[in-house]
Each structure stands twice: as C-alpha cells, then as structure tokens.
C-alpha cells in the first residue's frame, strides 16, 4: 500500500517542478488537496508496506528523530530555523514549502497530507497548558529572583518586542535573566529552533499515538508530552525599554498539560 500505484505513478512520470501540484486519477481513492511534489516524494520514498499501519510508520521514519525533512529535490526544510527571527506569515504547508522554515501548524500539515496520500486520516491536536506559556527544552535555570509572584520564581527576558510577538533568536545582551536559552531540544533541521516559547503547539494524533512532526517525537499522554518537552511555565509580566519579561516556574510532577483535538 505503501504508495498507490497510481500515485507512484504520476510523481516519477511528472516533470521535476519544484512543488509541482498533483491532481489524482478517478479512480484514486482520498488524497490531500494539497498534494505537492515533496508530499508525495514523503507518501512515497520509503516504500514496501503493505497496509495502513506499516504505510503510516514508513513515513513517519523520514520525520522521527528529528530525521532533518527534506524537500523532493533536498532542499532542507526547517522548524523555526535556528538564529532567523520569525515571520509570521509562514503558517501553513504552502509557506513551509516555499520558504523552507515553518511553524507546528505547518509541520503537521505536510505529515498529514503525506499519510492521506496513502489513505491514512490522522487528527490534528492542540497542545495548551491554561493561561500560561510553555518553555519548550532546552532552557538552564539559574538562582530565581523573583519573589513577588510564587511559584513563578525565575525571570525571563526577551529581545526585541514588538506589539504581541517576542523571539528568542536573538538574546538581550545579558542573557534571559535567571533562565539560560541553551542548545536543543532539536527541531527538523533546527538544533535550537528560533522559537521555544508558546501559548499552544500542535501535533496529530493517529492509533491512539500523538505524533509532533516539528521535532519528530511521539507522546503516549499529556504527562509524556510534559516530561520529553516542557522546561517550564511562563506567565506575562511587563515590557521595560524594549524587553519582554516574564515570571517562569519549573515543571514539577503535577501534570499541566492538556491535549485536546483541534479544531
């Protein structure tokens, strides 16, 4: 099953246009409305299965580890890459495929639609901890000094702000406070991504499994996902000549993490 013939078909027979998009035969069965180049070339490359299940994790290999994802013709695609600010625009899998760099959202759509070429239908999930922010790893905790707002001990600054966005590419020039942005937890093709700070992120589920493309994990449970990705909780304090604070406690093994299926 591990591509349909159909499928394997039009992508080697197709002329090698980067993210050339492809429109299936009448006989196909349900394939993603976005079936570019590099989504077959994922649905595809690694061939041999012979149900579902086998198809499904036969994909998966190109994303687990991270694996580094690729494009069709080897062009790197990237999880928030490393020491490049943010733009915002890059959200969806039509960004991520022109600009090699994407965000969670993005990444979970070219898993998805790479498994639905297959006939493979996966959910989307939103991962969120309540009114609070999640410290994505790897961060080192110094002394805390906060002492007005317990447990939120550690401050946490931030360069540049701008209106409602920060970013921890480029650090203020005394470091983050009593937090340490340090190397890791590795993104695809992104050792440190740009971004480790987030109100949600977003990952699939499928058998009862949840799977995050941006860093090629599996979770079995919202205690998992908290043990293998948080560093911490942040919550909002105040902005000071152009940097961003923010109060920070550490994970303990109260679970505060919820998962729930999006949208």
């Known amino acids: 099953m591990?591509?349909?013939?159909?499928?394997?078909?039009?992508?080697?027979?197709?002329?090698?246009?980067?993210?050339?998009?492809?429109?299936?035969?009448?006989?196909?069965?349900?394939v993603p409305t976005n079936l570019f180049h590099t989504v077959v070339h994922l649905a595809c490359s690694n061939p041999g299965a012979t149900n579902a299940n086998t198809a499904a994790s036969n994909?998966?290999?190109?994303?687990?580890?991270?694996?580094?994802?690729?494009t069709w013709d080897t062009?790197?695609?990237?999880?928030?890459?490393?020491?490049?600010?943010?733009?915002?625009?890059?959200?969806?899998?039509?960004?991520?495929?022109?600009?090699?760099?994407?965000?969670?959202?993005?990444?979970?759509?070219?898993?998805q639609n790479a498994w639905q070429a297959n006939g493979i239908v996966s959910a989307t999930n939103i991962v969120a901890s309540p009114n609070q922010y999640l410290l994505v790893k790897n961060w080192a905790a110094n002394s805390p000094s906060?002492?007005?707002?317990?447990?939120?001990?550690?401050?946490?600054?931030?360069?540049?702000?701008?209106?409602?966005?920060?970013?921890?590419?480029?650090?203020?020039?005394?470091?983050?406070?009593?937090?340490?942005?340090?190397?890791?937890a590795d993104g695809q093709n992104s050792p440190t991504p740009a971004e480790k700070i987030f109100g949600r992120h977003f990952i699939l589920s499928l058998n009862g499994i949840y799977y995050d493309p941006s860093y090629g994990l599996t979770y079995t449970n919202a205690a998992d996902f908290q043990a293998q990705a948080v560093a911490g909780f942040a919550v909002s304090n105040n902005v000071t000549n152009g940097t961003y604070q923010m109060n920070v406690k550490l994970p303990t093994n109260t679970v505060e993490i919820d998962i729930s299926p999006f949208p």
């Open 2 to 30: 591990a591509c349909q013939s159909w499928l394997k078909r039009m992508f080697w027979q197709t002329p090698k246009h980067a993210q050339t998009r492809f429109d299936p035969f009448d006989s196909a069965p349900l």
């Open 59 to 70: 994909t998966w290999s190109l994303f687990k580890g991270p694996s580094n994802v690729t």
């Open 146 to 184: 906060v002492t007005n707002n317990p447990p939120y001990s550690y401050l946490l600054l931030l360069t540049p702000y701008a209106g409602t966005a920060w970013t921890t590419a480029s650090n203020p020039s005394g470091g983050n406070g009593d937090m340490n942005n340090i190397i890791g």
């Open 75 to 111: 062009n790197k695609l990237y999880y928030y890459e490393s020491g490049i600010p943010w733009a915002s625009n890059i959200v969806d899998l039509v960004g991520l495929l022109a600009n090699h760099n994407g965000n969670c959202m993005s990444w979970c759509t070219l898993l």
